[in-house]
């Protein structure tokens, strides 16, 4: 099976949290039909990511890196690349890549994210699906050349109050806290 085709199976098969999160899933579902390349970060001007936000193994911390040429704190995750079997691969990948940490993800998706990255190029959106881990306890992290910092925070004080990440910060809570 193709990446594009395993995304889209991914995709269909989610339940999303709210309305507003199955509209987002139909919207991904709908680019990813008619944009055979949609995976790739040669696509535009859209295209999919993944991503892993870790939590201690408690759920009260979050392990956050601050992205360098973003210049804010984010999960980890970034492109899809050829070598990817599936977005869970591609959001472990670069969770490991990112933070140094081998982590099991939940499989399950936890939220959609559609949001503007200039520093891909004008217009450019990337279409996050997002993953969840729990960090073993005593876990060292590390700081990757992608990263000028990587450090926990408290899941209720956030370096940022970005509703897109406290409800991503919820919703992971929500849905390690069940598994």
Do not use: N
């Amino acid at each position: 099976m193709s990446l594009r085709d395993s995304a889209l199976a991914a995709l269909r098969a989610w339940t999303p949290p709210t309305p507003e999160q199955e509209a987002l899933r139909e919207q991904y579902a709908d680019y990813l039909a008619g944009h055979a390349s949609g995976v790739l970060r040669e696509d535009r001007p859209h295209h999919l990511t993944a991503s892993t936000l870790v939590l201690s193994s408690d759920g009260s911390r979050v392990l956050l890196t601050l992205h360098a040429k973003a210049q804010r704190w984010f999960q980890f995750g970034g492109h899809l690349e050829p070598g990817d079997d599936s977005l869970l691969a591609a959001a472990a990948r670069e969770a490991r890549e990112e933070s140094g940490l081998d982590l099991a993800l939940d499989p399950v998706p936890v939220q959609l994210s559609d949001h503007a990255v200039e520093f891909c190029g004008p217009g450019v959106h990337h279409l996050d699906v997002r993953f969840a881990a729990l960090a073993p306890p005593g876990a060292a992290h590390a700081v990757s050349e992608e990263s000028l910092d990587v450090r926990w925070w408290p899941a209720d004080e956030l370096p940022s109050d970005d509703a897109d990440m406290r409800q991503l910060v919820a919703l992971a809570r929500a849905r390690l806290s069940r598994s």
